[in-house]
Nanobody, 127 residues
């Protein structure tokens, strides 16, 4: 069983940075592709970034490209999302997710690609 727990959210001013972490308390994450999604109030959950099991391939939503970086440390069983140049429109609950699929199967940018989800961490960006 994969149990994901996010941390690192908080309140930050526009232009600031945060680093989110996603750790597994159960099975190792090293064989899973991982993704970050976010959901703002009144909006659907949207894709943010994905990373292959090895960390060699990444994919980003256009809205965060150049500002966010997804990475992983399989030895620590943790995935990260470094968020720079934050904007008020980045305000949302950020969730990490694990997928058995890989980039050879799918772009890993939809919720149906993922079988395991964390509960999320709130990120609030003030203007």
């Amino acid at each position: 069983q994969v149990q994901l727990v996010e941390s690192g959210g908080g309140l930050v001013q526009a232009g600031g940075s945060l680093r989110l972490s996603c750790a597994s308390s159960g099975r190792t994450l090293s064989t899973y592709s991982m993704g970050w999604f976010r959901q703002a109030p009144g909006k659907e959950r949207e894709f943010v970034a994905a990373i292959s099991w090895s960390g060699g391939n990444t994919y980003y939503a256009d809205s965060v490209k150049g500002r966010f970086t997804i990475s992983r440390d399989n030895a620590k069983n943790t995935v990260y999302l470094q968020m720079n140049s934050l904007k008020p429109e980045d305000t949302a609950v950020y969730c990490c997710a694990a997928a058995r699929l890989s980039f050879s199967n799918t772009a890993l940018d939809t919720t149906r690609d993922y079988g395991y989800w964390g509960h999320g961490t709130q990120v609030t960006v003030s203007s």
